[in-house]
């Protein structure tokens, strides 16, 4: 279906030897366990404050990168110092305990692998280099990996602290990668797009019904010179016809 | 000073053109950290529990680790459940949101240096090929990375979550090191020597004055078949002498 991908402004000749792969929401659903635990969390606290919405919790997520950098237990974190404003230090010691458990139970979650990722990886790794770089934790990341059966597809696996410009030039360097022969394929337009097209790369936009806020930004159409696909099986065809 | 270097059962030929550090304790002061907001910790937890050793919270450290890993993120979310632990659930939101406020205080303490690293690591640098191999949460180990001012000198930086002779074996076949040219440094026996020992690559232990109790194994010094430096210095010394 090539229809299911566009491109504005991009006319390049391509030559792709490597693809990397971002891996939360884009090979696996990840941002839904944040959205179903925040609302456990809500309901956790409805007692000590009525009618709240997640401002407060998102307000402290942002203030706590500089802390504590993304993943499970930064977010925890974020829940519990929460907890204990908007209830004005009244939050029982038992219902913190029930907060840890909240991101035990987020850590060992069964993954879900996006639809066509467990048939296409094996397929893409016959024909080209695969790569996977993620943002995030180190720990919560490669437990992911490890669950998702795919890693011994992936020539390397790259986890970073935050994905920019410098961050791609760094790894492409190290493995010896022109930017014209590497594709990274996302989610996310801040970290898997704009800095990839910055260094002169390739990337394939999937968007993921679920962007976090932190993640969002707003190009007009006009303005994109990456390709957008619907899933990794219009990727796919995407390829297959160059 | 080449008496302050040790061997036993080593008497290899050796051509070592790659020097890869450990961080944490070899090349700056960690454990004292972690020692120190113990303390501070269990002061705050007194008026809850009289007498009490940390090994509860040793405990919890331990269980935790394969749900949080190391780092400093981990070990508060240890430090809270136990809090509730001890106190009996008793202990109040402010004193949580202390703990918290620990956490905060460990991740932009000032770093320092262990001797002879400032100086010495520059001059290493002309000679071999340096790799920072460090262990532990990604946003700690990069801000201490960042921190120190020494990341300039090291090509490759690698942070993984548990220091395995399969982790060094994927990252020296990954920058196509031949073991035998590779030589680790570091204060670890369990995670900067045994395992490089293991894939036939060299090591030279510089014990620190603190180990963490999870670091530590017991083996007799007629079966160790690595150097041991009393100090960078020293190391400089040996590798001179070479």
Not at 3 to 21: G, H, P, V
Not at 96 to 103: R, T
Request: glycine share 4%; charged share 20%; hydrophobic share 45%.
């Amino acid at each position: 279906m090539l229809e299911s991908c566009s491109a504005a402004r991009y006319n390049k000749d391509m030559n792709i030897t490597t693809i990397a792969f971002d891996a939360d929401d884009t090979l696996w659903a990840n941002e839904d366990l944040f959205v179903a635990t925040q609302q456990q969390y809500m309901q956790l606290l409805a007692p000590y404050r009525h009618n709240w919405d997640a401002a407060e919790l998102h307000a402290a997520e942002r203030r706590n990168l500089n802390y504590f950098g993304y993943g499970i237990k930064g977010f925890t974190l974020s829940m519990i110092e929460t907890a204990i404003e908007v209830s004005d230090g009244a939050i029982p010691g038992r219902d913190i305990a029930a907060i840890i458990d909240m991101a035990k139970a987020m850590v060992h979650a069964p993954l879900t692998l996006l639809p066509g990722v467990a048939e296409l990886i094996p397929q893409f790794a016959q024909k080209y280099h695969l790569m996977l770089i993620t943002k995030g934790d180190l720990f919560d990341q490669e437990a992911k990996i490890a669950r998702s059966g795919l890693a011994e597809y992936f020539r390397h696996i790259d986890i970073v602290s935050e994905k920019t410009p410098h961050a791609y030039q760094r790894i492409l360097q190290r493995s010896d990668i022109n930017p014209q022969s590497f594709l990274m394929v996302g989610n996310s337009l801040r970290s898997d797009i704009l800095p990839v097209i910055a260094i002169g790369a390739h990337a394939v936009h999937i968007p993921y019904h679920l962007t976090w806020a932190h993640e969002h930004v707003d190009i007009p159409p006009h303005e994109r010179s990456w390709h957008e696909c619907e899933s990794v099986y219009a990727l796919h065809d995407w390829l297959a016809d160059r």
